[in-house]
């Protein structure tokens, strides 16, 4: 089967009481901190390009970003920020330490 939901809501109703399989973005801990992960095959632009999805999304980077003025008004917080990397299983424990992704 599957479902929409109507409304974010419904759509958090729906994760939290029923064992479904659902879409979710990471990082995320609001309905599971250890999810399980669904491998799809490798993106696959012509299939893509057709209209069929049955491979994975091609991969996104994330950067970070600063105000365009921090170099200038705060030097170390600019070296610290351009020295800092984090992975994604990093943020991760992070929110589990702070027990909250808010």
């Given at each position: 089967a599957l479902a929409v939901a109507i409304s974010w809501e419904s759509y958090s109703r729906l994760v939290r009481?029923?064992?479904?399989?659902?879409?979710?973005?990471?990082?995320?801990l609001e309905y599971n901190p250890d999810?399980?992960?669904?491998?799809?095959p490798p993106w696959?632009?012509?299939?893509?390009?057709?209209?069929?999805w049955r491979s994975s999304a091609p991969s996104r980077q994330v950067h970070k970003w600063a105000h365009n003025k921090l170099r200038d008004v705060a030097p170390a917080a600019h070296v610290l920020a351009s020295k800092m990397q984090l992975s994604l299983q990093d943020?991760?424990?992070?929110?589990?330490?702070?027990?909250s992704a808010e």
């Open positions: 009481n029923h064992a479904i399989l659902f879409y979710r973005w990471q990082p995320d999810p399980v992960e669904v491998h799809f696959n632009p012509h299939e893509w390009s057709q209209g069929n943020v991760q424990d992070l929110f589990r330490v702070g027990g």
